[in-house]
């Protein structure tokens, strides 16, 4: 079945320092990409949506000069997370969508990050 | 977006069937049912879709009800790797909408 891959699956950062997390869709087109975050015992919450080649959409309370994403390529999108903050700890996870609607999203397993 | 309702948490014995229910009463025409789960430590996992009829893989079994106001994900015999937290969402029809994830059921299976 279609396979999302998330790197890496585990960081520890220093508070200040950049980190950048990948997503690649290995063997389909996804022309869009989802990013969540997770914190412990709650549900995903949508951060933004990516569209290849264009710029992405966050939701409401989300930084975007803080959180750069970019989908440079119909198989991969970064997230990078700048200045991270303790604060920014969190279970960061990607979803990659095709254009057939009635095929069900795929997830990566996710990113544990961690900021010291 | 068309909010569900689930139970918070749910507990089966392992081998038994379990049935998650799940309410939709502002279920729009052209949403479709989906369901996911997420094990621990990991992205979630597709289960299982459907729109008005009912669906079967070899994951689970999903009932819809008439007036698709609710639906129910059936788990046939319930195992230790079936415990996980399980997500009814609706989703619009376009390939580029995400999935909004609500709260969720916590499924426990007891061996």
């Known amino acids: 079945g279609a396979v999302v891959s998330q790197h890496p699956s585990r960081v520890i950062c220093k508070s200040g320092t950049s980190v950048k997390i990948e997503c690649r869709s290995l063997d389909f087109q996804a022309t869009t990409m989802f990013w969540y975050r997770q914190f412990p015992k709650q549900s995903l919450m949508l951060m933004a949506t990516s569209n290849e080649g264009s710029k992405a959409t966050y939701e409401q309370g989300v930084e975007k000069d803080k959180f750069l994403i970019n989908h440079a390529s119909l198989t991969l999108s970064t997230l990078t997370v700048t200045s991270a903050h303790p604060e920014d700890s969190s279970f960061y996870i990607c979803?990659?969508?095709?254009?057939?609607?009635?095929?069900?999203?795929?997830f990566g397993n996710g990113t544990r990050l961690t900021v010291t | 977006d068309a909010k569900t309702t689930q139970p918070n948490s749910m507990e089966s014995n392992e081998e038994e069937p379990v049935h998650l229910p799940c309410n939709h009463s502002t279920i729009s025409g052209t949403d479709y049912i989906h369901w996911y789960r997420q094990l621990p430590s990991q992205g979630p996992e597709y289960v299982i879709h459907g729109l008005t009829s009912n669906v079967n893989n070899r994951m689970a079994s999903l009932a819809i009800a008439e007036d698709r106001k609710s639906s129910t994900l059936i788990l046939h015999r319930a195992t230790l790797r079936d415990a996980a937290v399980y997500y009814c969402i609706l989703r619009v029809p376009l390939g580029n909408t995400p999935l909004v994830f609500g709260k969720g059921t916590r499924l426990s299976v007891i061996a």
């Open positions: 979803s990659a969508s095709s254009l057939d609607w009635n095929s069900p999203l795929h």
